[in-house]
C-alpha cells in the first residue's frame, strides 16, 4: 500500500466518522497522527499533499475546539 | 495536536512571506482573505490551518523553511530546494486559498453543514483547483527564481475533478460559465453554496414565475443532486485499491450523473411553472404536485442504478431503502479484492452516512435528508439499487 493512498483512506475514514464530542476529537487526532506518520514514506511530489489532508483534519479540530467554548 | 506554536511576528521574514502570499492569492481570487493578520507556528505534521478566529498557523518545518531558500535574493537552489520551495508555495498557497472562504450560519434552514461531506468535497476541491492553477504565478510575482510548480498530485482527485467537470457542465442550467460559477461558489459562505448554485439556476431558467414561497422546496430538488453527488465521492476518495487517476476518472463520471439528475430536476420544474402560466396567466402557481415529487426520487434512484451498473456506488442509497440492501451485501460471495472492498466501503459509508444515522441540518426531525420528503403515492416495490 503506498504511503499517499493509505493517507487517503485515514483521512476520508476520518472524516466519515460518526462519532460526537471527545470521541470524535479522539478519533481525528489519532487519524492526523497516523497520516504524519506516513509522510515519510510518502513519494516527495505527493508529501505536500498529505501535508494538507491533515490541514483538513486539524481544521475540523479547530472548528470543534470553537464549538466547545 | 490542536495547540498554537508560538507566534510569528510582523516584521520577520515568515510573516511578509504569509502576508504576501496571501495577498497575491487575494489579487488572483478577486475577494479578500479573512486572515486578521495574526500567525502561529504550527507544530506536527501538518501545513497550517485557517481557524475560527481568523488567524492562522504555518508549518516551519514543512513550509516555511523549505520556502526560504527561493524567496532569499542572490541564493543559488540546487534542484532539491527548488523543488522543496515550490512544494511549499502550493501549500501556502492552498491555506490562502481557504482563508477566503466565509463559513457562515449552518443552523439555518437548508444549510449544508460545516464539515458535512458534501462540505468538505466542495471547499477543498476549490482550494485544491486554486493552488493548482495560481501557484505558479504567485511564485512568479514573489521570486526571480524558477520554481518546478505544476504536475502536483492533487490533493483530492475525485473531488476536484467532480468539482470542476461540474462547473463546465452546470453552464447551461445555470447561465454562467466555468469561472462565473466558481466565483459564484467562492463568494458564497460555505453552507449556502449548493443553496447559491441552485438559486442561480431556477432564477435563470424559471425567474419570476416561482412564487418565493416555493423556493426552499425547489432548491431541495436541485441542491440534492449535488450534495450527494459530491458528497458520495468520498467513499471513492477512501478507497484503497483505487489509484489517483482512478479516483479522478471516478469524479468525472460522477459530475456527469450529477448533472443529468440536476438539469432533468430543473426542466421538470420549469415545465410544472411555465405550462401553469401559459394555462392560467396571472394566477399563482400550486406547488410541485406528488407525483413530479416521485418522478425526483424514481430519478436519484435511476442514477444510483447507474453506479451499480457499473460497478462502483458512489452515492448514499435511497432514504428509506438502504437497510434491507446493505444487510444483504454480507451474504454475497465475492470474486476479488476490488467487490469486496467496494462491499466493505458501502457498509461502511452507510453505517455511518445514511440518512437515519444523521442529526445535523440536513436532516429534517423524521430523520430524512431535507432533499427527501414523504410524498402521498406508495413506493413501487420493485425499484433500486439491487
Same mark, same amino acid.
Given at each position: 500500500?503506498?504511503?499517499?493512498?493509505?493517507?487517503?483512506?485515514?483521512?476520508?475514514?476520518?472524516?466519515?466518522?460518526?462519532?460526537?464530542?471527545?470521541?470524535?476529537?479522539?478519533?481525528?487526532?489519532?487519524?492526523?497522527?497516523?497520516?504524519?506518520?506516513?509522510?515519510?514514506?510518502?513519494?516527495?511530489?505527493?508529501?505536500?499533499?498529505?501535508?494538507?489532508?491533515?490541514?483538513?483534519?486539524?481544521?475540523?479540530?479547530?472548528?470543534?475546539?470553537?464549538?466547545?467554548? | 495536536?490542536?495547540?498554537?506554536?508560538?507566534?510569528?511576528?510582523?516584521?520577520?521574514?515568515?510573516?511578509?512571506?504569509?502576508?504576501?502570499?496571501?495577498?497575491?492569492?487575494?489579487?488572483?481570487?478577486?475577494?479578500?482573505?479573512?486572515?486578521?493578520?495574526?500567525?502561529?507556528?504550527?507544530?506536527?505534521?501538518?501545513?497550517?490551518?485557517?481557524?475560527?478566529?481568523?488567524?492562522?498557523?504555518?508549518?516551519?518545518?514543512?513550509?516555511?523553511?523549505?520556502?526560504?531558500?527561493?524567496?532569499?535574493?542572490?541564493?543559488?537552489?540546487?534542484?532539491?530546494?527548488?523543488?522543496?520551495?515550490?512544494?511549499?508555495?502550493?501549500?501556502?498557497?492552498?491555506?490562502?486559498?481557504?482563508?477566503?472562504?466565509?463559513?457562515?450560519?449552518?443552523?439555518?434552514?437548508?444549510?449544508?453543514?460545516?464539515?458535512?461531506?458534501?462540505?468538505?468535497?466542495?471547499?477543498?476541491?476549490?482550494?485544491?483547483?486554486?493552488?493548482?492553477?495560481?501557484?505558479?504565478?504567485?511564485?512568479?510575482?514573489?521570486?526571480?527564481?524558477?520554481?518546478?510548480?505544476?504536475?502536483?498530485?492533487?490533493?483530492?482527485?475525485?473531488?476536484?475533478?467532480?468539482?470542476?467537470?461540474?462547473?463546465?457542465?452546470?453552464?447551461?442550467?445555470?447561465?454562467?460559465?466555468?469561472?462565473?460559477?466558481?466565483?459564484?461558489?467562492?463568494?458564497?459562505?460555505?453552507?449556502?453554496?449548493?443553496?447559491?448554485?441552485?438559486?442561480?439556476? #431556477?432564477?435563470? &431558467? *424559471?425567474?419570476?414565475?416561482?412564487? +418565493?414561497?416555493?423556493? /426552499?422546496? $425547489?432548491?431541495?430538488? @436541485?441542491?440534492?443532486?449535488?450534495?450527494?453527488?459530491?458528497?458520495?465521492?468520498?467513499?471513492?476518495?477512501?478507497?484503497?485499491?483505487?489509484?489517483?487517476?482512478?479516483?479522478?476518472?471516478?469524479?468525472?463520471?460522477?459530475?456527469?450523473?450529477?448533472?443529468?439528475?440536476?438539469?432533468?430536476?430543473?426542466?421538470?420544474?420549469?415545465?410544472?411553472?411555465?405550462?401553469?402560466?401559459?394555462?392560467?396567466?396571472?394566477?399563482?402557481?400550486?406547488?410541485?404536485?406528488?407525483?413530479?415529487?416521485?418522478?425526483?426520487?424514481?430519478?436519484?434512484?435511476?442514477?444510483?442504478?447507474?453506479?451499480?451498473?457499473?460497478?462502483?456506488?458512489?452515492?448514499?442509497?435511497?432514504?428509506?431503502?438502504?437497510?434491507?440492501?446493505?444487510?444483504? #451485501?454480507?451474504? &454475497? *460471495?465475492?470474486?476479488?479484492?476490488? +467487490?469486496?472492498?467496494? /462491499?466493505? $466501503?458501502?457498509?461502511? @459509508?452507510?453505517?455511518?452516512?445514511?440518512?437515519?444515522?444523521?442529526?445535523?441540518?440536513?436532516?429534517?426531525?423524521?430523520?430524512?435528508?431535507?432533499?427527501?420528503?414523504?410524498?402521498?403515492?406508495?413506493?413501487?416495490?420493485?425499484?433500486?439499487?439491487?
Amino acid at each position: 500500500m503506498d504511503a499517499y493512498r493509505e493517507a487517503q483512506r485515514l483521512y476520508a475514514e476520518a472524516m466519515l466518522s460518526h462519532a460526537s464530542g471527545r470521541e470524535l476529537i479522539a478519533e481525528l487526532e489519532r487519524a492526523l497522527q497516523r497520516i504524519g506518520e506516513l509522510l515519510p514514506q510518502a513519494a516527495p511530489d505527493q508529501r505536500s499533499a498529505v501535508l494538507l489532508m491533515n490541514s483538513s483534519i486539524a481544521e475540523r479540530l479547530a472548528g470543534l475546539a470553537e464549538e466547545s467554548r | 495536536m490542536t495547540e498554537l506554536g508560538p507566534e510569528i511576528p510582523p516584521g520577520t521574514w515568515e510573516h511578509d512571506w504569509v502576508s504576501s502570499v496571501v495577498a497575491k492569492a487575494a489579487e488572483y481570487a478577486g475577494r479578500p482573505s479573512r486572515w486578521n493578520g495574526k500567525l502561529y507556528e504550527q507544530p506536527g505534521p501538518v501545513a497550517g490551518v485557517c481557524l475560527p478566529d481568523g488567524s492562522m498557523t504555518i508549518s516551519r518545518e514543512h513550509v516555511l523553511d523549505p520556502a526560504r531558500a527561493a524567496y532569499t535574493p542572490g541564493r543559488t537552489l540546487t534542484s532539491d530546494e527548488r523543488f522543496a520551495a515550490a512544494r511549499a508555495t502550493t501549500m501556502a498557497v492552498f491555506n490562502a486559498r481557504l482563508s477566503m472562504s466565509e463559513v457562515g450560519d449552518d443552523s439555518v434552514p437548508g444549510a449544508t453543514p460545516i464539515g458535512s461531506l458534501e462540505d468538505i468535497a466542495l471547499e477543498n476541491a476549490r482550494a485544491d483547483q486554486f493552488s493548482q492553477e495560481y501557484s505558479g504565478r504567485i511564485a512568479e510575482s514573489m521570486t526571480e527564481q524558477s520554481l518546478s510548480l505544476g504536475g502536483d498530485a492533487p490533493v483530492f482527485p475525485a473531488y476536484s475533478a467532480a468539482t470542476d467537470r461540474l462547473l463546465y457542465t452546470l453552464g447551461d442550467a445555470t447561465g454562467m460559465g466555468h469561472d462565473q460559477l466558481g466565483d459564484l461558489i467562492d463568494s458564497t459562505a460555505r453552507t449556502q453554496r449548493f443553496n447559491a448554485i441552485a438559486d442561480q439556476a #431556477l432564477d435563470h &431558467q *424559471v425567474g419570476e414565475l416561482i412564487p +418565493e414561497s416555493h423556493r /426552499a422546496q $425547489l432548491r431541495e430538488a @436541485l441542491t440534492g443532486p449535488l450534495r450527494r453527488g459530491l458528497g458520495g465521492l468520498t467513499m471513492t476518495e477512501m478507497s484503497e485499491l483505487t489509484h489517483p487517476g482512478s479516483k479522478h476518472k471516478w469524479g468525472w463520471d460522477s459530475a456527469e450523473w450529477t448533472e443529468v439528475e440536476f438539469t432533468t430536476n430543473l426542466d421538470d420544474i420549469k415545465k410544472h411553472y411555465e405550462s401553469w402560466d401559459a394555462e392560467h396567466p396571472g394566477e399563482e402557481p400550486p406547488e410541485l404536485p406528488d407525483s413530479l415529487r416521485e418522478r425526483f426520487l424514481d430519478r436519484e434512484e435511476e442514477i444510483q442504478q447507474v453506479w451499480a451498473s457499473k460497478g462502483w456506488p458512489a452515492q448514499q442509497p435511497v432514504a428509506g431503502r438502504e437497510q434491507e440492501y446493505y444487510e444483504r #451485501l454480507p451474504e &454475497q *460471495v465475492y470474486p476479488n479484492a476490488r +467487490e469486496q472492498e467496494i /462491499a466493505r $466501503l458501502q457498509q461502511f @459509508l452507510w453505517s455511518h452516512t445514511a440518512p437515519s444515522k444523521r442529526n445535523d441540518s440536513a436532516v429534517d426531525t423524521g430523520g430524512r435528508p431535507d432533499n427527501v420528503r414523504h410524498i402521498g403515492s406508495a413506493r413501487k416495490p420493485d425499484r433500486g439499487v439491487e
